[in-house]
């Protein structure tokens, strides 16, 4: 990474100084720590990480050795697991490359160890190149879902900015509940949305998140989300903005609008079939 990528990532320009590119880093991490916290899918948790590391390594760049007493630990992206000792973190088999035997092993085998240590070995090995013929296929898979994922993102940005300048103009609009109706012959996916909605407390609040919904031809959805029983969000609508998607489109299409103008009986109805 270059100076010129490095204050990219931060969104700096060349005069800032010391003090900016650490205040401006910090803005920045507290900023997508929040966002891996309560991201509702894995990907999307594994998209933050990734940026984390990003913002990192601009820093490490812009300030080279200094750079070590402001930069924050990254979260771990392995999962713990409890045992009686404490928790631990589960070894991973080598990605790539052929599993080789311990030293002590092969030499084992070479002395004419008994028929079952080398059939045990043989087995431990085999199991060994599955597992990390699965990571391996496993990571290849989650690299293209974030490779489509990434310019999804920067839709879901733009969608944010252009719901927060319709803010003052929802003053007088109350809820809505969100429902869409796919009036279409053909099938498509509720992939992604931003919604403006008015809490309990009257005042504005916004969603966000990946659906992945199949619409099936003359069927509906009314999406929500609810985590480990808390209500994250109950479907209420004031304006949205919503990234549809099918395999017969190159590119997901977007629609978004106020809810009282685009809503027809308390529905939102969609035909793509002419896509």
Request: with cysteine; aromatic share 6%.
């Amino acid at each position: 990474m270059t100076r010129d990528e490095a204050l990219q990532v931060l969104g700096l320009g060349p005069t800032d100084g010391d003090d900016a590119i650490r205040d401006r880093y910090t803005q920045l991490y507290n900023d997508l720590q929040l966002r891996l916290t309560n991201a509702p899918t894995p990907n999307l948790k594994k998209l933050y990480q990734k940026n984390l590391e990003e913002l990192n390594g601009a820093l490490r760049v812009l300030l080279g050795e200094s750079a070590g007493s402001g930069m924050r630990e990254l979260p771990s992206s392995t999962p713990m697991y409890e045992s009686g000792l404490g928790a631990t973190v589960p070894s991973q088999a080598p990605v790539g490359g052929r599993a080789r035997p311990k030293a002590g092993n092969a030499a084992a085998i070479r002395r004419g160890a008994p028929w079952g240590a080398v059939y045990g070995l043989g087995v431990g090995m085999v199991v060994l190149l599955a597992v990390a013929s699965f990571l391996l296929l496993r990571q290849l898979e989650v690299q293209k879902e974030l490779d489509l994922l990434a310019p999804l993102q920067e839709d879901m940005s733009a969608l944010r900015d252009q719901l927060s300048v319709q803010d003052k103009e929802l003053a007088h609009f109350t809820n809505g509940k969100f429902k869409l109706q796919n009036t279409g012959k053909r099938s498509f996916r509720l992939y992604a949305v931003v919604i403006t909605y008015r809490d309990a407390q009257g005042a504005l609040k916004k969603y966000e998140g990946i659906l992945d919904q199949e619409v099936r031809a003359g069927g509906s959805v009314e999406p929500n989300e609810v985590d480990g029983g808390r209500v994250v969000w109950d479907g209420s609508v004031i304006a949205f903005a919503c990234l549809v998607r099918a395999e017969r489109w190159v590119c997901p299409i977007l629609h978004a609008g106020i809810w009282s103008k685009e809503q027809r009986e308390g529905t939102l109805k969609l035909d793509f079939d002419a896509w």
